[in-house]
């Protein structure tokens, strides 16, 4: 418990971030088990840490309902052309689930339906039942263009549509 709670010197805005960047996949355990942590032991600290990673994801790599895979720790993703979104990302629906739980508070409520509304209504999923791998969070126009770099596979059903699966059944259960 105590080397958790260390880690506070190590992050960027609660957040780990690793070259001057954050990135979602690194900061899903984390966040998930700051959350279990407090659910075991009842000491809020790791509540507040988890809540203030929570408003630093969603502030850094929140984009059109999608969580981002990656933006600077600095200024997000400022300037940025191609937003880019894995439905791994989707886990955190999961995990904002786990906080409205506890805390009743409608934000994480709202968060959990904004992000899994964005990843429901994608032409991808709309098409063939399964997430891409690689989601534009935006400029559809560049699908056409971008769309001879994607190689197979398009879609990863363990780990990227498991996961956000298990958000969504968590979600509407």
């Not at 966040?31 to 809540?51: H, K, P, R, V």
């Not at 904002?96 to 805390?103: A, E, P, S």
Request: hydrophobic letters at 40%.
């Amino acid at each position: 418990q105590t080397r958790i709670l260390r880690t506070r010197n190590r992050l960027t805005d609660g957040l780990f971030a690793e070259g001057g960047m954050v990135k979602a996949f690194s900061n899903h355990d984390f966040l998930l088990g700051l959350i279990d942590l407090y659910e075991l032991t009842d000491d809020s600290q790791y509540l507040d840490m988890a809540s203030q990673g929570v408003r630093s994801l969603r502030q850094k790599l929140g984009h059109k309902g999608f969580l981002l895979n990656q933006a600077s720790a600095q200024d997000g993703d400022q300037g940025r052309i191609i937003h880019r979104a894995n439905p791994f990302n989707g886990g955190y629906i999961e995990l904002y689930c786990d906080l409205f739980r506890i805390t009743g508070n409608q934000k994480y409520l709202n968060f959990a339906e904004e992000e899994s509304g964005a990843w429901l209504r994608s032409a991808f999923f709309r098409r063939h039942g399964l997430f891409q791998r690689i989601e534009l969070a935006d400029n559809r126009w560049l699908y056409p263009v971008l769309n001879w770099r994607i190689r197979p596979p398009l879609a990863r059903l363990f780990k990227d549509n498991t996961n956000l699966m298990y958000s969504l059944v968590e979600l509407h259960h």
